[in-house]
């Protein structure tokens, strides 16, 4: 039997966690700005590219869950004002090819979320490196591109020209509540689920709200609807006792405050595009 000391910090740490959640919730309706990635010049084939360079090249750096989410948010406002940022850079950049201006953009948007998320972030050497190593394999040698050293000086210089000018076009704001942070205190919300379940709920969660990353269509959630549908979908394929399973599933809902029949549409997309 529990004692009441555990009982007591047990109901402390749920409302504490139903605080910051509600804070979150708060900060995200004031900062957080719809993805739109049709509303842009680039077409649909160079976006894509811009999306897989940009996870492969964060996983392959090993950044946190909230670096890989406000990189996809920058993208998205990059993306979204692509003429803007095009007309902030200098000429010699704007008159390089389309593949010269899109592995700068995604460098950047790596870059400058990692600058602002991360205690030690990843180099710009290293991101490039590695965004030049996909290209590689994609499409052709680095070389037909990065001639000689002042070459790779002169992208590394656009490179921090374009952090500036992304982060003028955030209105220099990119404290944006992601899935993962929700996820993080919603994992932990219910008092009563059994500690086993937790370790496996999170990294499947995380798993999840990382690969929905990828996909438009999840990419125009708030990110708390989003964290809302990927702990529900999870905890379904999880945890097999359907009394721990509802009793979980309640108490997310009754924090997050969305209609249950809002998020079972989400989840069904999760569904088709990941079982």
Known sequence: MKSDTYIEEAQYKQRQIRSFITAMKKLEAKRWEPFNLHKSPLSSLNIHIIQNYMIDTMEHAKVTHQTMYVGTYLMNIGIK????????????????????KLIVFVVTCIALAANYEEIEPPSIRV???????????????PDALIKTKKHLSLMKKHINDMQVSLWSLSNFQVEVPSSFSFITHLVESDANLPSKYYKKLLRNCNKTALKALKLSKFLKLRPSLAATAICIYVARCIIKDLEVQNAFITCILSIMKYSRKRVEIIIQQLSDNFS
């Open 81 to 100: 004002n692509w003429d803007d940022l095009m007309n902030k850079m200098p000429s010699n950049y704007k008159k390089k090819e389309l593949d010269w």
């Open 127 to 141: 991101l490039l490196e590695h965004v030049l190593s996909l290209r590689q394999v994609s499409h052709e040698p």
